[in-house]
């Protein structure tokens, strides 16, 4: 099986917080691709007779946190391992997926955020600037994903990222549009543009300041209401040496909406992220 370009989704994404992308860490949403690559490798393994697994190992510049105007280098590893239609991946956890001949998809998963620190991390998000926020512990996610492939070089997938366990964090969802720019027997280009929102208590975790909050730091008090709180675009390459060896480079960009703008956690309005990745198929 040939190497696919992996999304997060850094999710997810680039900010995505399971890594709190986005995906708050913003990240691992980056390791890019479309959602329907994963999910026909695996269908067309669905009678189960073999592991398909891929390995990888990347160096990320992401954002200290969602909002932060400094930023942090990360070593991502990055497993996957499919037979039939389970995967368990380091990015989207351990579940199912499926992939229509229509080129509908939908995936489910387990997964963990690891929430954010009020200290500089080089594993997790958090920053010094934070410290008397308070710790945003842990919480185990279900993921859900569908997609719809709309051309042979365009589909569009919506997220639902749900608390299962963890009594701060609320729930994010994500709904965006992936694209193949370019297309070659050795190099593949994708774009994806997402929109990224929150329910009032995820929200308000990552980007509301209590009245308590507010006399420990000195910020102002935000309440963030629920709704979208970023728009984000990234472009990534997928070069393929050979069956087993590639190499993935993304870049991205999130703008913070109004939102989640007034609160004095976001410290701009637009925040870069990039991953350079090693990948092996076995």
């Not at 190499?247 to 990039?274: F, I, N």
């Amino acid at each position: 099986m040939s190497p696919a370009i992996s999304r997060p989704h850094l999710r997810s994404a680039l900010l995505k917080p399971v890594l709190t992308v986005l995906i708050t860490s913003a990240a691992m949403t980056l390791v890019g691709q479309a959602f329907a690559q994963d999910s026909t490798a695996a269908s067309q393994s669905v009678l189960g007779d073999r592991f398909n697994v891929n390995f990888g190992l990347g160096m990320a510049v992401l954002p200290r946190y969602m909002g932060a105007d400094e930023y942090r280098s990360q070593v991502v590893p990055m497993l996957t391992v499919q037979r039939g239609i389970f995967f368990a991946d380091t990015t989207r956890g351990l579940g199912l997926q499926w992939q229509s001949d229509s080129g509908f998809g939908a995936s489910a998963a387990l997964n963990y955020d690891f929430g954010r620190t009020e200290k500089n991390s080089t594993n997790r998000p958090g920053s010094n600037e934070l410290r008397g926020m308070g710790t945003i512990k842990g919480a185990t996610v279900g993921d859900f994903v569908v997609s719809q492939q709309l051309m042979p070089w365009l589909s569009v997938s919506a997220e639902a990222e749900l608390r299962v366990a963890g009594e701060q964090r609320g729930n994010r969802y994500r709904l965006g549009f992936e694209g193949i720019a370019y297309h070659s027997q050795t190099d593949t280009v994708t774009l994806d543009i997402d929109a990224h929102a929150g329910d009032g208590r995820y929200n308000q975790t990552y980007f509301g300041v209590s009245p308590i909050q507010s006399q420990r730091t000195g910020f102002s008090r935000f309440t963030a209401d629920s709704g979208i709180y970023a728009y984000s675009a990234a472009l990534a390459w997928q070069h393929t040496f050979d069956a087993h060896w590639s190499t993935v480079a993304s870049v991205g960009v999130t703008h913070y909406t109004d939102q989640t703008r007034g609160s004095p956690l976001v410290e701009t309005d637009a925040e870069g992220s990039g991953l350079i990745a090693l990948n092996y198929a076995f």
